[in-house]
């Protein structure tokens, strides 16, 4: 069974873009050593985040962020277990929509055209609900 944590905040006004490209860069690092896989979506400061794995795993991951300076009014969205990942091919799916980050081939342009090639073609309701109604609110879609 698969533990899914989808959760999201706000960046402080220091978190610069290449803090969270550094960040995000790490964080793949990481999370593939912990068996760790998601997508981290971020535009005008707001964060959606969606971490998979042994929910041990995830729910350190998930202590470290919420206590982390860099960011504030940390939600959690939904927890749930599920037998199937969403993101099995990402230790870490990132694109911040404010930057021209440097990318790789983890790294997926983020626009209104193509933010639904961010999410995986048959998602839960979970998943397509918090991806849709991030994509409405930060002009994604």
Do not use: H
């Not at 533990?3 to 969270?20: M, N, R």
Request: with cysteine.
């Amino acid at each position: 069974m698969i533990f899914q944590l989808i959760y999201t905040c706000a960046l402080s006004k220091e978190t610069s873009g290449t803090d969270l490209d550094s960040i995000a860069e790490c964080s793949r690092r990481r999370n593939e050593k912990y068996g760790i896989t998601g997508i981290l979506l971020c535009k005008d400061g707001s964060v959606l985040q969606v971490l998979e794995g042994e929910r041990s795993a995830v729910m350190s991951l998930y202590n470290k962020i919420a206590a982390d300076d860099r960011v504030s009014n940390v939600i959690v969205l939904i927890q749930r277990v599920t037998t199937k990942r969403e993101f099995p091919k990402w230790s870490m799916g990132y694109k911040n929509a404010d930057t021209s980050s440097a990318q790789s081939d983890t790294v997926f342009e983020l626009s209104a055209q193509s933010f639904p090639k961010a999410l995986p073609d048959n998602p839960s309701p979970e998943v397509g609900t918090f991806g849709r109604t991030f994509a409405r609110v930060t002009g994604l879609a």
